[in-house]
């Protein structure tokens, strides 16, 4: 299956592993195969395999999978496909037509694979067949009942709506809401593909752990929360979240390649050791910036009279900050900013995901 997910997701294939030390368990199941070249320009093509490893039929798709590791090695070593090597993935089907379409949802819509091939019996080809040649993902939209959600959600439905997406339901709750189950089974019996959820703390925590439990990731789904951060990661066990995606102007993952936001984040952590962490879902890099573009107006207009600074604020900018410069967009009282999706792994951020330059807050 086709997709344009190779600019997305270009930074995670920048490391060069030998091939056969490069088959990686994903999980139950679960194997990467990754080549030992890159093309850091478009990363490489993804091939996904959905072939029986256990069950009735492992005697044949254990042999299938041996066959694709073998001509995916022959086409990398010779250069592999359209310049690109090609990373291949592999997925059990377990002679079992439910685990099939859980594994097989898992290729397309969480690693975003450019080709399925698989299915032994006819009775398995035809369960996965759907899920390969559908194009429209299925959302659920749960929020907390307030202002945010609601925005957040009417502009998430434009975008799902114009790229061909559904939106099963939306529905909002209390703040103050622990108890989902009854949303968590409509969404596993309504065969929702991807929560975007705006359900916020203190019941966010218990909603992701009865969605984990109902098997909800472990079937294919996907969890998108774009204020998720490195503080609300500690609410929930490692495995609960794993692969939720988020987007935000900063992650801890962002200081490893930047000097200005390491040593940002170093002071923060050498002043408040603890819980509290330096992060852009809490606001804290939102704070940082409003008291450093406040600063630069006060230092331009020469006072702290209101209506001088905030003529000055206008149009302040910072040139190093926490995530990269930012500046105010004039007449907007909003912050032009970079943004970047980080996607949770094993309890922290890995960056996926960058915009090309500072973004306007044209939802705002």
Same mark, same amino acid.
């Given at each position: 299956m086709l997709n344009d997910h190779r600019q997305l997701s270009r930074r995670r294939f920048l490391r060069n592993f030998a091939f056969a030390s490069a088959v990686i368990a994903a999980g139950p199941g679960s194997w990467v195969i990754r080549p030992d070249w890159a093309n850091a320009a478009e990363g490489p093509i993804r091939i996904g395999i959905a072939t029986d490893l256990t069950g009735a039929l492992g005697f044949a798709g254990n042999t299938d999978a041996n066959v694709a590791r073998m001509v995916v090695n022959e086409i990398n070593e010779t250069g592999g496909l359209l310049g690109r090597p090609i990373e291949l993935l592999i997925e059990d089907t377990a002679s079992n037509e439910s685990v099939a379409v859980g594994n097989v949802r898992k290729l397309i819509q969480r690693d975003k694979v450019d080709l399925v091939l698989g299915g032994i019996a006819s009775s398995m080809r035809n369960a996965i067949k759907d899920i390969i040649i559908s194009r429209?993902?299925? +959302?659920? *939209?749960?929020g907390s009942n307030y202002v945010w959600p609601q925005t957040i959600n009417a502009y998430a439905r434009k975008v799902i709506e114009s790229s061909g997406g559904e939106v099963v339901f939306e529905e909002y709750y209390p703040l103050d809401q622990i108890d989902f189950s009854s949303t968590v089974s409509r969404i596993t019996s309504n065969k929702v593909d991807v929560v975007f959820n705006s359900v916020i703390p203190p /019941?966010?925590?218990? +909603?992701?752990?009865? *969605?984990?439990? $109902?098997? +909800?990731?472990?079937n294919g789904g996907q969890l998108g929360c774009v204020y998720y951060d490195e503080n609300t990661l500690e609410m929930n066990q490692a495995h609960e979240i794993e692969g939720l995606a988020s987007s935000l102007d900063y992650y801890r993952a962002f200081a490893v390649e930047d000097p200005v936001s390491a040593k940002i984040q170093s002071t923060y952590e050498k002043q408040f050791p603890g819980k509290f962490r330096f992060s852009a879902g809490s606001a804290a890099t939102g704070t940082y910036r409003g008291l450093k573009l406040w600063e630069a107006a006060v230092k331009e207009a020469g006072t702290i009279d209101r209506d001088a600074v905030a003529a000055a604020l206008d149009h302040a900018? *910072? $040139?190093?900050?926490? /995530?990269g410069p930012a500046e105010m967009?004039?007449?907007r009282r909003h912050c032009r900013m970079n943004m970047y999706v980080g996607v949770a792994r094993a309890g922290q951020y890995e960056i996926v995901a960058r915009s090309a330059g500072l973004v306007d807050p044209k939802e705002c």
């Open positions: 429209g993902t299925r +959302f659920a *939209l749960p /019941g966010v925590g218990s +909603f992701f752990k009865q *969605l984990y439990e $109902a098997g +909800f990731s472990r900018k *910072l $040139a190093q900050g926490p /995530g967009v004039p007449g």
